[in-house]
């Protein structure tokens, strides 16, 4: 019987300082490693912000560790000078991304009406524990383009009422930018039957709120009557987004009428100067002599008179 005892009681020794170098030896072989979080890829819609207009952005992040789930990740995004920011808090809380895993997180944002135009840095954070309660934290910085309204105004499209045959007619054009982007490449095209611009008109770049212009010369065909086209001004954003306003023109080729002389003008207001001239010389001419004839009769007169 106390032999039984002995033997079990050696097992019993036996299991425990078993048990005790498996624990240490699992204590001495913990996962130490970093399990990373990071950002593979994000899509914006429409491609970018325009402000005033919330716009949805995906972001794909990953957990990197092959060992290692995470857990309580907190997600943050944040822009540095203020021009984006999120619809709403722009925070997220996700309980788990198991080793090896992505996440897809959808977020809404949003750029100020005084963004400025092109690529903006945002800061996608994370904050999350492993499971031995390691706290860790990371952070990824993504590229989101910021455009800004485009408009455009005109003025001076438009022709003479009448043009007459090989004369030029000129359009002076003025274009005004009313938009918060610069206008590249702005140019105006003529499609009018009847008249030829001999190529495009050229303005080139509009910066926000200013104004630009451009003359046209067109040389006016043979063909008479009635005539219309298009007037087409293409232009481009800071992206080489093309935009295209189109005007209709018209106006009629009438015959050029002839040119007259001075000379021919008079003679066309006064056709009967001669008779006129001719008439005053008759009368001048008979005033003239009937006023010495006169005279001389009444002369005569008194020396008769005092003869009797």
């Not at 067109?218 to 954003?237: Q, S």
């Not at 935009?243 to 066309?268: F, G, H, L, N």
């Amino acid at each position: 019987m106390k032999k039984l005892i002995t033997i079990i009681l050696a097992l019993v020794m036996c299991f425990g300082f078993t048990l005790t170098a498996y624990a240490e030896e699992t204590e001495t072989t913990q996962d130490a490693s970093n399990p990373r979080l990071m950002v593979t890829d994000f899509k914006v819609e429409g491609g970018s912000l325009t402000p005033n207009k919330k716009s949805k952005v995906t972001i794909t992040l990953k957990n990197y560790s092959n060992t290692k789930y995470i857990k309580n990740i907190k997600l943050s995004v944040t822009e540095e000078s203020g021009d984006i920011k999120p619809v709403g808090t722009g925070n997220k809380f996700v309980d788990i991304i198991y080793a090896g895993s992505t996440y897809t997180w959808e977020i809404e944002l949003t750029a100020s009406a005084t963004a400025q135009i092109g690529e903006h840095a945002v800061t996608v954070s994370s904050e999350y524990e492993d499971k031995y309660y390691g706290a860790y934290s990371g952070s990824d910085v993504i590229r989101v383009n910021v455009k800004q309204t485009v408009g455009l105004d005109y003025s001076g499209v438009q022709l003479p009422v009448k043009v007459y045959p090989d004369d030029t007619t000129t359009m002076e054009i003025s274009i005004m930018n009313t938009g918060k982007s610069n206008i590249r490449n702005c140019k105006i095209d003529f499609d009018i039957k009847g008249l030829e611009s001999g190529g495009s008109t050229f303005v080139g770049e509009i910066p926000a709120g200013e104004q630009g212009s451009a003359s046209a010369n067109l040389r006016v065909g043979k063909d008479l009557g009635d005539t219309e086209g298009i007037v087409i001004i293409t232009y481009e954003d800071e992206f080489g987004k093309s935009y295209t306003k189109e005007q209709k023109v018209s106006t009629t080729i009438v015959e050029k009428p002839v040119e007259t002389t001075t000379e021919e003008e008079e003679q066309a207001k006064y056709p009967l100067w001669w008779a006129f001239l001719l008439g005053g010389i008759i009368l001048g001419g008979g005033i003239g002599c009937a006023i010495p004839i006169t005279i001389y009769s009444n002369k005569q007169r008194k020396q008769d008179e005092m003869r009797l």
